[in-house]
């Protein structure tokens, strides 16, 4: 490799030791430069959040140099949030912009809603408003010595995509795998429906007082519908749903303005 | 009043101390029964976070009966994060399953694409994920005892609104007032788009080692697009921007179902 190697940034919500971030690592270092900043420890759930209130420190936990074959590597970890580790990369870690942004691969799924809470997905959105294209990786497989390789040509075909074609602004993928070790193909999906069932789960502390875990079971509302991605991931498909940080109900603007917009008492004044 | 008073859910990110919380309450109390779960201190910038590896626990603060010109009054703070109050409180401390979520007053607006970083916001998207309308609250003024009272006609007439005509299915309203004491109007608006610039600030400990605060300013790239809630925001009108909880970029499907789906090796078997 001669010419400026592409540089892909990766993060993930499990932390920097993750067996999914380091499968995902050797999937995609053929492609070029990798910088990974990753969480200190698991971050499940952190949506987008960031450390408003807490001050953040990075370590760097390994440097290798490239060769011909493969592009450098150095690993951070962060004691911040998913969201935390790209704003990180970008403004102080990274030599330069990343070509691409890869969340992943996540021990569990983000399929539907879930995505809303979903660090993974965190990591493709903060990208998306960076105005970077982005792919979120999440397998159904959840235990931490996981086998993600069944996976393999499916990633590599996705940011093998992304690398030469981008994806449009604004726009992320959200990537889901079963817990099977062969796919039948791609699927582009829509975001399934759902909710959670009985979310809590009350324990009493040794003085006496109730505390609860967050627990229960997702409860799809349309996941006999085969546009879904909470179908296609549980058909063995690998769910592609594209997601798109303009979260603007377009559709609902028309019907609010006639309610609301502009207020009778000031249109003459405008 | 006899007949079944109307249920509010209110939380927020500032913590269940906050003015602007109790100010929404003073301006809502009329309409029915107030239940409040909110955080026990401030948790600005924790988007949908949920607290999946730490236990969350509750405190009661505050129990007041309804009388004939107010409904009842419950307080409870909570451990966990907005997103938590909200599971929590449709769980376990709603009597019933409210008929309107509100987050707010927030201390600090979110608009933009901060949006997706807002914890106020988080409110009304879980509400939204519980199929109840919701409308989120923030205002431009930031400090501890900001007077909020200018807004007290907008609330009033989008709390009215909402109970009266409901929202679309999947819809919830983001609502941010400028740092001013009288408004032009309510402006139905797109979510605006931009970056933070400058995200963080080193500092080094005592010790020796460095650390980083998040800081920085927001920089739109649309701010003067009178479409956006950047602009209507910053031009005095009550910005509301409907958000849909479906994130599916469905534009962009046909696209990329043309380069990916149904890969070829499988068709025939299909």
Redesign the interface.
Known sequence: MTKLRKLILISNDDGYQARGLHSLIGMVRKYGDIVVVAPDS?R??????????T????KLIKEEKGSDAEGSLTIWSCSG?P??CV??AF??LCPRTPDLVLGGINHGDNCA?N???SGTV?IA?EAC???VPAIAFSSGYTSADADFSGMTPWVE?LVE?ALT?G??K??CLNVNCGAYDEF????????G?G??K???QK?IHPHG??????AGYYAPTDGNDEATDTWAFKNQYVA???????????E??K???K?????P??QDG?
């Open positions: 698991g499940s759930g952190a949506s987008m959040s960031i450390s408003s209130s001050p953040v420190r990075n949030t969201d935390d704003k990180m403004e102080n809603v995505a809303h809470y965190s959105f408003i960076k105005q075909k995509h074609k994806l449009p604004g726009i039948k193909g791609i699927k582009i999906c829509r975001m429906m909710d959670w009985e979310e809590w324990s007082w109730e505390y609860y875990w967050i592609v749903t594209p997601l798109q940080l303009d979260l603007t109900a377009y609902a603007m019907e609010l303005e309610d609301f917009s502009p207020t008492s000031f405008e």
